[in-house]
């Protein structure tokens, strides 16, 4: 159910409408509209049709059924895209195609010696996996550290307040899951 709810929501801010105009037009709570972009509550039949008929697509498009395979679903080491910095010392590289039916976000972490996140600790709505795939790095989940080794891995939901820095003499890679997609 949660492809449903991606769907609705892209095609939603797609259409420039705020979560409360659309429920307003559903006579449904922008809450529950929420928890249906969010995957933790299911439309009935009824409310998607509904929908479908406000973002002016179909039924099926909105449960993935027409889907199909990225035509280039290889992405080669030196044909990755770069996204934005989010501190000094950190680059950011996608390893899989955009695409707004993926459910999770692959990406590679190169820190610098001694980058981090920043003093402010992050959070919102997902979950994370990382594992490091060279060097070390500490990860403050809710004040608690974890140091993480080359071949350690580590599993959280996103909402917990977190932050990281490289604590190796060099550089530290790590292969980071992001879900849902936020980069």
């Known amino acids: 159910m949660e492809i449903i709810g991606i769907n609705i929501k892209a095609r939603r801010e797609e259409s420039s409408m705020t979560l409360r105009d659309m429920a307003d037009k559903l006579g ?29 697509t179909t039924v099926g498009e909105l449960i993935g059924e027409n889907v199909v395979a990225p035509a280039h679903p290889v992405i080669r080491s030196g044909e990755r895209q770069s996204i934005k910095n989010i501190g000094d010392g950190i680059d950011i590289y996608l390893l899989s195609s955009p695409d707004s039916n993926n459910q999770m976000e692959p990406l590679l972490f190169r820190l610098n010696e001694n980058a981090d ?26 004040d608690n550290k974890y ?37």
């Open 147 to 183: 140091m993480l080794n080359k071949g350690d891995s580590i599993y959280f939901n996103s909402n917990v307040p977190h932050s990281f820095r490289n604590t190796a003499k060099g550089e530290t890679e790590a292969i980071w899951v992001v879900t849902p997609p936020s980069f």
């Open 28 to 56: 449904v709570s922008a809450s529950f509209l929420s928890q249906v972009e969010t995957g933790k509550a299911s439309p009935s039949l009824s409310t998607l049709k509904k929908i479908s008929g406000i973002l002016q």
């Open 117 to 142: 996140s920043g003093e402010t600790s992050i959070r919102h709505f997902g979950q994370e996996f990382i594992i490091v795939i060279k060097g070390s790095m500490e990860i403050n989940l809710n």
